[in-house]
C-alpha cells in the first residue's frame, strides 16, 4: 500500500524533537510538510506586527532546513476545514500527522479536522512534544481535576516519571526514503507570504531584535547553556538594570512558537546540571520556568473560559472598573510614569519585556493603580508579546491580579520605587523615554518633582513634553488594596473556597514564567497551602461584590476614602455565593504575610509591612 503523509505544522516549527513529523516519515512514500495560514485572519486578529514577524521568520527558517534535505515547506493559504479535504483529493493523502495541542480551541479544531481526515479514509497520528507532561495524564493523577497550586502540580509532577528523552534531528537519510513532489510553481503557489501580503505595510524592512525561527533558537540555546555559574551555584541571577534590556539568550518566544523543544531545553539544563554538580538528579525548582509554564497549560485545557473572568470557575469575579481612556494611556506608554510607560514602549517595540516589568505593569493596570480587568490587559500582551502562549498569559494575568492561583494582594509594585532600585541610573527610561533623557537621576523616575528650572534644562516640561502622572500612587493603591481586601474577606466568610490558597509565599522564588530567559531557570517555593477544586458556582459575581466596596476613582488626582469596614459590606447571602455541598468543607485561611522577608522584593516587602501604605511612597 503507498502511504502518502501530510504533516500539518502549527506550533513545534522545528525539525529536532518531532515526533509527529517522525511519525510521517515512516514508512512512508511521500512526505509533504504543510503549514496552513489565513491571510484574511492575520488582518483581523488581535497579533501585532512583532509576532507576525517572528513566524513568519520561523517558516522561512523551517522552508530553508527542509530544502537542504531535498524538501520544502508547503504554506497553503485557508482555514483548515477548506484546506484539508482539497488536498486530501490532491495529494492522494492517507497519513496526516500533527502535533497534540493541549489548549481548548485547538483541540476543538483538531478533532473537527480528525473527522474529515475520517471521511476522506486518511490515517491521523497525533504526538505530544509541546509540553514536557501530558496535561491529562497531570489532570488524571490529581482525581480527574487540574491542580490550581504550584505546590501541588509540582507533587504530582515530582511522582511522574521523567519526560521522554527528545528524539534526534530529521536527517538527509531519513528524507531520502520519502520523495517529496516540488512543482516548479511552488514558489508561486506555496512560498512564505511577506508582512506586506498580511496587511502590514511598511514593516517589512524594520530590523527586529528577536529573529524567529530554529536555527536561532538553538544558537541561542547553546549560548544559554554557556553560562555555567548560574547553574553550578544554582543561584538565580540578581535582576539588574541590564536584565531589563533584550538577551541574546532568551528562549521564551522559541519555546512558544516551538522553534526550540522543551523537551530539548529540559535534558539539556539536568545533564549540566549532574556533570557540574556532581549529582544524580537536580531538584524540580531548576526547570522552574518550564515547569510554570506547563502549570498553566495543565490549568487551561479543559477550561474554554480560562482567558476571561465570566464563567471561568476558577477566577474570582472581581468588579473591576471600565475605563477605556485610562486602558489606552497605559496600553500607549502614556501613564505620566516613566517606568511604566518605558515598560509598554519597549513592549510595543520589541516584543518582548523582562518577567518582573511584566509584573510591575499588570500590577499597575489591575490591583495596584488602575483597577482595570486583567482580560484587557492580558488582550494587550496577546497583541504586542512575542510569547504570549494563550494559556500561559492568561494564567499570568490571573495570577498577577489576584484573581486565581495567588492571595498576596497587599504586595505592590511601586510604579518609581521599584524601577529606581532596579536601574538607579535611568538608563533604562533613557532609552525608551528619550524625551527624559537629560533629566538628572533624581528626578528620572518623577520628573513632576523636579523643579521647574531642572524641567526647562532637560527640555522636557511636565504637562507640556511629557504627560503628568494619570493617577495618584499612594492614594489608589491604598484605596485598592481595601478593595481587594473586601473582596477576599466576603469570600473567606465561606466555606470551600480553596482555590484562594496562597501559591507564592516566598515571592522572589515563585514567578511564574514571563519570560526572562536569562533566568530560565527560576525556582518556584509555593506555601504550604492545600486546595481542593471549587465548583463553577462557587464564586460569586460582580453585582454581589459591586454593592461591598469603596467607590471608584473616576479623576486623575483621586481623593483618599476614608476606610470601610468589612462589616459594612453588603455581601450577598451564602446560598448565592456558595453552593450548599461546598459549605461543610474546611474554611480557606485567611491570607497571611511571607515569614522570609529576606526574599521579597524591596518593594513587596515594605507592603507587606505597612499595608496601608501600598509599598513605596513616591
Known sequence: MVVNSVHWFRKGLRLHDNPALQEALNGADTVRCVYILDPWFAGSANVGVNRWRFLLESLEDLDTSLRKLNSRLFVVRGQPADVFP???????????????????????RDGAIIKIAQEFGVETVVRNS????????????????????????????????????????????????????ISDNHDERYSVPSLGELGFKNQGEVKSIWKGGETEALDRLNKHLDRKAWVASFERPRINAHSLF??????????????????????????????????????????????????????ATNNSNFDRMEGNPICVQIPWDHNPEALAKWAEGRTGFPWIDAIMTQLRQEGWIHHLARHAVACFLTRGDLWISWESGMKVFEELLLDADWSVNAGS???????????QFFHCYCPVGFGRRTDPSGDYIRKYIPKLKDYPNRYIYEPWNAPESVQKAANCVVGVDYPKPMINHAESSRLNIERMKQVYQQLSHYKGLSLLASVPTIQEEAEPPLSDDSQASSSGTPSTSTQTQPSRQSIPNQTQLQQSLPPSQSHPQPQQPEPQSPAATAAASAAALVPPAQRKRGRTPEPQRSLNSKVQHTSQA?????????????
Open 86 to 108: 482539497r488536498l486530501f483529493k490532491e495529494w492522494n493523502v492517507t497519513r496526516l500527522t500533527f502535533e497534540y495541542d493541549p489548549e481548548p480551541y485547538g483541540k476543538d
Open 130 to 181: 509541546h509540553t514536557l507532561y501530558s496535561p491529562d495524564r497531570v489532570i488524571e493523577m490529581n482525581s480527574n481535576s487540574p491542580p490550581l497550586t504550584f505546590k501541588r502540580f509540582q507533587a504530582i509532577v515530582n511522582r511522574l516519571e521523567l519526560p521522554k528523552k527528545p528524539l534526534p534531528t530529521i536527517t538527509q537519510e531519513q528524507m531520502a526514503s520519502c520523495r517529496t513532489q
Open 246 to 299: 533584550s538577551s541574546p539568550t532568551g528562549l521564551s518566544p522559541y519555546l512558544c512558537f516551538g522553534c526550540l523543544s522543551s523537551r530539548v531545553f529540559y535534558y539539556h539544563l539536568r545533564e549540566l546540571y549532574v556533570k557540574l554538580r556532581r549529582k544524580s538528579s537536580p531538584p524540580l525548582s531548576l526547570f522552574g520556568q518550564l515547569l510554570w509554564r506547563e502549570f498553566f497549560y495543565t490549568a
Open 397 to 407: 494575568w490571573m495570577w498577577l491580579s489576584c484573581s486565581a492561583f495567588f492571595q
Open 606 to 618: 515594605k507592603a507587606a509591612e505597612q499595608p496601608a501604605q501600598t509599598a513605596d511612597k513616591q
